[in-house]
């Protein structure tokens, strides 16, 4: 063979080599805006957009099979099916996790102080009373209601300050952890007043229905 020859013949075979190149490339490769956006669930055989799938890089997509909503039902079924082997394996980790998860919670607290504030309070009395079976429950919303009706101030010394849940009747003499059993005083006054059973609404009743 001429060198002419195999010039031409090295030529053509440069030349499909780019072609089969290019129809490689043009196959595989896609612009950004033409990649798929929708996913079809293996469970539920509906076609979804990615975003409703978890991220799986172990998959060829790097998607998971189900969607989202399919997970989360298959999910709680087994944790129904293995709900002691779930909460051993909770308890596990939150005693892993103690100093984290104290560490949270404070500052959950912080965030919501004002809103979670009365709730653990309530809560504290409702249990205080359950424990020492007088009974009687009362709500956030009707303490800060109770508050609001007395013009937010201390029913003894009258003065604008922090209100604490003061029982009418002590729990320790029977009385309950209801609403009709409460009055707003600060904490100095609550304190001087002990458990004696002393109802200061009278008073402030008489000084707003006074002239």
């Known amino acids: 063979m001429g060198q002419s020859a195999l010039r031409s013949s090295l030529d053509g075979q440069v030349e499909n080599a780019k ?8 196959t595989t490769n896609h612009p950004a805006d ?23 890089r172990s998959r060829r997509d ?28 909770a308890r596990v980790w939150a005693k ?15 965030a919501n102080s004002a809103r979670l504030g009365p709730m653990k309070l309530a809560a504290r009395n409702n249990r205080k009373a359950r424990i020492r079976g007088a009974g ?35 729990v320790s003499k029977g009385g309950g952890s209801g609403i009709e059993n409460l009055q707003p ?13 002393i109802d200061f609404r009278l008073r402030a009743n008489n000084f707003m229905s006074s002239p």
């Open 96 to 110: 892993r996790h103690r100093p984290y998860l104290r560490v949270q919670g404070r500052l959950y607290y912080q």
């Open 136 to 170: 009687g429950t009362h709500t956030a919303v009707e303490w800060q209601a109770l508050c609001e009706f007395y013009g937010n101030v201390c029913l003894c010394c009258r003065r604008e300050r922090p209100l604490a849940r003061d029982h009418v009747i002590p």
């Open 185 to 197: 005083l600060c904490a100095s006054c609550n304190s001087k007043k002990g458990d004696r059973a």
């Open 19 to 26: 072609m089969l190149g290019l129809h490689l490339s043009s």
């Open 62 to 89: 790097g998607l998971c099979a189900i969607c989202k909503e399919c997970a989360r039902v298959r999910r709680a079924a087994y944790r129904e099916k293995n709900r002691e082997k779930e909460n051993a394996l």
């Open 34 to 56: 033409e990649r798929r956006s929708v996913k079809r669930c293996w469970e539920c055989q509906r076609t979804l957009p990615i975003e409703r799938f978890q991220v799986d």
